[in-house]
C-alpha cells in the first residue's frame, strides 16, 4: 500500500510570508501527526490530529497550527515565517488507536528554507 | 533530564559486521514504547523496529534487533551483517502512553558509517 505523502518536498519562502504542507497518511491511519526537524533541537514535537482533531500539542507558538480533514488528509501551517522556521518537517500516520503498537510511520519530508 | 539518550554521535562499522547502537530512556510511565528509526540523507525516517514495554521478548526485523534491558531502561540496536547502505543517522524515540499516542521523543541521533 502506498505510504506517507508530504507535498512540497521542497520549498524557499521569505521572512513574514506564510506556508501550508500537507500530509497524505496511509490508507486506513486515522491518526496524523507532525514534527519539525532542525540541526538544533534535533526532532520535536509539533501536534497530533486523530479524527479532525487535535489530541496533543507540542511546546510551539500559535504561528503554528494544523487542521485534518474527513479523508484524514493533514495540513499544517506556519505563518509570520522566520529565520528559525528553516527545517525539515516530517508528517507521520497511525491507526491512532489506543493499543500501543509500532504502527507509525513517516513521510519523507517538506524542507522549508525560510531567507 | 533527557528522556531519550543516544551517547555515541558517530559509529563506524566494516561491512558484513555487527554493530550496536546504544539507547537509553527515562519515564516513570509504566506503558510505553520504543522505537528506532533510519533516516538516510533523503530525510525520509524508515521504520526499522519497535518494542513495547510489556513484551516479553526481544523485537527482532530482519537483521535488526533490539537488546531490551528494561530494568536498566536501555534499548540498543543490533544490526547484524552491516551492509553499504546502511550508513545513515540512527534515532531512538519513545512514546509514553500518558503522553500520547503519535508524541514521540526522539534522541539526538547517532550517524552510522559503514565501510567496505
Known amino acids: 500500500k502506498a505510504g506517507v505523502t508530504q507535498t512540497p518536498r521542497y520549498l524557499i519562502k521569505t521572512r513574514g510570508q506564510q506556508v501550508t504542507l500537507s500530509c497524505s497518511p496511509i490508507?486506513?491511519?486515522?491518526?496524523v501527526s507532525w514534527y519539525q526537524q532542525t540541526p538544533g533541537q534535533g526532532l520535536q514535537f509539533l501536534f497530533e490530529y486523530f479524527s479532525e482533531t487535535q489530541r496533543n500539542k507540542g511546546n510551539f507558538p500559535g504561528r503554528f497550527s494544523g487542521r485534518q480533514f474527513s479523508n484524514s488528509r493533514s495540513e499544517m501551517n506556519v505563518s509570520t515565517l522566520e529565520l528559525g522556521d528553516s527545517a525539515l518537517y516530517l508528517c507521520?500516520?497511525?491507526?491512532?488507536?489506543?493499543?500501543?503498537?509500532?504502527?507509525?510511520?513517516f513521510g519523507e519530508g517538506s524542507r522549508l528554507t525560510v531567507l | 533530564a533527557q528522556k531519550i539518550t543516544q551517547t555515541q554521535p558517530g559509529m563506524f562499522v566494516q561491512e558484513k559486521e555487527a554493530v550496536t547502537l546504544d539507547c537509553t530512556y527515562d519515564?516513570?510511565?509504566?506503558?510505553?514504547?520504543l522505537f528506532w528509526y533510519k533516516q538516510p540523507s533523503s530525510g525520509e525516517m524508515i521504520f526499522l523496529i519497535y518494542?513495547?514495554?510489556?513484551?516479553?521478548q526481544n523485537a527482532t526485523e530482519g537483521r535488526y534487533s533490539l537488546n531490551f534491558q528494561k530494568a536498566r531502561k536501555s534499548a540498543n540496536l543490533v544490526i547484524s551483517a552491516s551492509q553499504l547502505g546502511d550508513s545513515a543517522m540512527y534515532f531512538c524515540a519513545m512514546r509514553e502512553a500518558s503522553g500520547g499516542y503519535n508524541k514521540l521523543i526522539f534522541g539526538a541521533g547517532t550517524r552510522l558509517a559503514v565501510h567496505p
Open positions: 490508507s486506513g491511519h486515522r491518526s
Open positions: 507521520a500516520s497511525s491507526l491512532g488507536l489506543a493499543e500501543n503498537t509500532g504502527e507509525l510511520f
Open positions: 518494542q513495547g514495554s510489556y513484551d516479553q
Open positions: 519515564t516513570s510511565d509504566p506503558s510505553y514504547g
